[in-house]
Every structure is written in structure tokens, then in C-alpha cells.
């Protein structure tokens, strides 16, 4: 499994960004996604998931509201909207894949996601 994300960039806080993350494996649609994010000198965190068919998404406490998790299985991608974007959001953005899940489920813990993207960085200005 290849995942290549893009999409990150420098915006101003309360700006938007788009996420993307392609993958390429032939089983996209039974593999539970999610995006983490990394800020110098801090622990990788999780920021959001969704299920297999995207019927189930769960999001960190410190995104919710703002930001949202699709995807689209026949294009093999997975999205995360950023909105109202805080300087706090900076970080290097991570998305994943878990291949052991099952269907409905949504993965917070990082340890159970065995692929991983190159990541992206998000830059919030104040």
C-alpha cells in the first residue's frame, strides 16, 4: 500500500485547506483511513477517521466542528477539510491506513494503522 497525500500549504487563521490522500492497493474500500498531524517538538496525534464505507467518521476533540473526513473508494482517496483553521493547527499532516479493521469501525490509535503517507505540512499564520 502506497499513500501519497498533498494538499498542505500556508493559509491565514480562519482560512480552509483540502486534503488528499491517494492510495494505491486494489482493496481501498476495507481499509479504515485516518489523518494524524505532528507539531515540532510534539507527539504525533490523531485528528480524524471514517469506516470503510465512509458511513462512520470520529474526529479529535480539538477539530471537531471544523474539520471533516470523506472519501471516496471508487477515486481510492481520502480527504480531510480544514476550516476555521487556529495556529494551533500547524503541523505536518499524516494519513494511514489500517487493514485489520472491520466494517463500521473507526481507528484513533496510531499503533494500529500499518501504512503511512509522506505527510504534508499545514502552516496557520495568525
Known amino acids: 500500500v502506497q499513500l501519497q497525500a498533498s494538499g498542505g500549504g500556508l493559509v491565514q487563521a480562519g482560512g480552509s485547506l483540502r486534503l488528499s490522500c491517494a492510495a494505491s492497493?486494489?482493496?481501498?474500500?476495507?481499509?479504515?483511513m485516518g489523518w494524524f498531524r505532528q507539531a515540532p517538538g510534539k507527539e504525533r496525534e490523531f485528528v480524524a477517521a471514517i469506516s470503510w464505507g465512509g458511513y462512520r467518521k470520529g474526529y479529535a476533540d480539538s477539530v471537531k466542528g471544523r474539520f471533516t473526513i470523506s472519501r471516496d473508494n471508487a477515486e481510492k482517496t481520502v480527504y480531510l477539510q480544514l476550516s476555521s483553521l487556529r495556529p494551533e493547527d500547524t503541523a505536518v499532516y499524516y494519513c494511514?491506513?489500517?487493514?485489520?479493521?472491520?466494517?463500521?469501525?473507526?481507528?484513533?490509535?496510531?499503533?494500529?494503522?500499518?501504512?503511512w503517507g509522506q505527510g504534508t505540512q499545514v502552516t496557520v499564520s495568525s
Open positions: 494511514a491506513a489500517c487493514d485489520s479493521g472491520v466494517s463500521g469501525e473507526v481507528i484513533s490509535d496510531d499503533r494500529r494503522y500499518q501504512y
Open positions: 492497493v486494489p482493496t481501498f474500500s476495507a481499509l479504515v
